[in-house]
Nanobody, 124 residues
Framework: QVQLVETGGGLVQAGGSLRLSCAAS????????MGWFRQAPGKEREFVAT????????DYADSVKGRFAISRDSAKNTVYLQMNSLPPEAPAVYSC?????????????????WGQGTQVTVSS
């Protein structure tokens, strides 16, 4: 089993920054692809970013390109999501996920393991 624990959510003012962390444990391979998704109330969960295993290639949703950065610290088996220039918007729960392969993906169903999520609220 793989356990994922997200931290770093909270309340931030519009235009501000926040960094989320996702610590993996258990049978988490350091070469697993990891992803971040978010879900606002009443909306479907949407892809935010992914980091591939081995190559550490990164891919982003168009809505966050240039503002968010996903990275990983393999020694700590932790993935980060740096979020900058946050616009005022409805609260969302950000969740990290892991695939049992090194290829990253933007598709929710490609991920096997999920964390509980951490809430991010951006105030105007």
């Amino acid at each position: 089993q793989v356990q994922l624990v997200e931290t770093g959510g909270g309340l931030v003012q519009a235009g501000g920054s926040l960094r989320l962390s996702c610590a993996a444990s258990g049978r988490a391979d350091r070469n697993f692809a990891m992803g971040w998704f978010r879900q606002a109330p009443g909306k479907e969960r949407e892809f935010v970013a992914t980091v591939w295993g081995v190559s550490s290639r990164t891919d982003y949703a168009d809505s966050v390109k240039g503002r968010f950065a996903i990275s990983r610290d393999s020694a700590k088996n932790t993935v980060y999501l740096q979020m900058n220039s946050l616009p005022p918007e409805a609260p969302a729960v950000y969740s990290c996920a892991a695939r049992s392969t090194w290829r990253g993906s933007s598709r929710e169903n490609d991920y096997t393991y999920w964390g509980q999520g951490t809430q991010v609220t951006v105030s105007s």
